[in-house]
């Protein structure tokens, strides 16, 4: 297959782009490097993916927003999937910066679709996440749950993408799956998510800060398993379909800190903190349909995964 993948640089855009070639599809990458975090750990991302599949692999440099890089990118075409993983990500940043995040996540997302509306294919996977549940959903989240009273900008705007991938489906006849992704982990991920913000604090001997009392949850999904259900999403569109990805456990905050002290074999220390705006106290997914129909089964747990993490982080994300 040939296959344009968005946010190609990216943690899981890398990751999923390595599957894709591995497996012999061609793959044409964009990113646009965002500022959020430094551009060199994308480019380390880059050199990874380059020697999965050089003969197979373009990238290109570009903001899905500007029509030109639209059109070169569909220089590549015709495609035979659309693999839409870019997005500005962040619930706490979003609060400071509502405006980037609706740019990027809903203008660029509508003006990609309508790129394959106009020019194919129809067959689109659409990376969501596990934040548009907010808290007021019942644990384990399940896919037809309301989903209505999202607390931050950034749940906000992946809802919205959802129900315009709705849109799209209806009018245009897209297969168009959203995937909810459920807190990745792993090698590479974004210096500011948690496991690799706490990896970095407790390498160089400092306190974790702990918002709330630790008793907050989350359903930690390790990058492999994720990219498992996008490359199935690919392989079997749907019309319109949602489904959870997630790691089929929760763990809690003071548990998480501690097997990751673990991990690095270094001491823990914690700093009290309030609870913070726009978290929710617990995600876990249902993962009941996306077993069903895509057969995705997670297999890492927690525990491998850290170990897994902490040894990347060591060789090559301690900063």
């Known amino acids: 297959m040939r296959i344009l993948l968005t946010g190609a640089a990216g943690f899981i855009g890398s990751h999923t782009a390595e599957a894709l070639l591995r497996r012999g599809d061609e793959v044409i990458g964009v990113d646009n490097f965002d500022p959020f975090y430094d551009r060199a750990l994308k480019e380390r991302n880059l050199l990874a993916v380059q020697a999965a599949g050089p003969e197979r692999w373009h990238f290109i440099e570009g903001d899905l927003c500007e029509q030109a890089v639209l059109d070169r990118l569909w220089e590549f075409g015709p495609y035979d999937a659309v693999v839409h993983l870019a997005a500005k990500a962040g619930v706490r940043p979003s609060i400071e910066d509502p405006v980037s995040y609706v740019r990027a996540n809903l203008e660029a997302t509508v003006g990609l679709w309508e790129q394959c509306r106009l020019h194919g294919p129809k067959r689109v996977v659409f990376a969501s996440s596990s934040s548009v549940y907010g808290a007021d959903s019942q644990a384990p989240f399940a896919e037809d749950a309301r989903c209505d009273r999202p607390v931050s900008p950034y749940a906000a705007t992946k809802r919205a993408g959802e129900l315009l991938a709705h849109t799209y489906v209806h009018l245009h006849g897209f297969d168009l799956t959203c995937l909810r992704f459920f807190t990745v982990y792993g090698p590479r991920q974004r210096p500011e998510m948690a496991i690799h913000k706490f990896a970095t604090l407790l390498w160089r001997g400092e306190p974790i800060a702990q918002f709330g009392d630790g008793g907050s949850s989350r359903d ?100």
């Not at 106290?281 to 349909?289: G, N």
Request: with cysteine.
């Open 220 to 319: 930690y999904t390790y990058i492999e398993d994720i990219v498992q259900g996008v490359v199935a999403a690919v392989d079997r569109p749907n019309g319109y379909a949602i489904y959870n990805l997630g790691g089929d456990r929760e763990t809690r905050l003071v548990d998480l800190t501690r097997m990751l002290a673990r991990a690095l074999r270094v001491e823990l220390t914690v700093e009290q903190k309030p609870e913070a705006p726009g978290d929710v106290p617990r995600t876990c997914a249902d993962l009941t349909l996306a077993r069903a129909e895509l057969g995705y089964e997670p297999s890492t747990p927690i525990e491998d995964g850290l170990r897994k993490f902490a040894g990347w982080f060591i060789e090559h994300g301690v900063q």
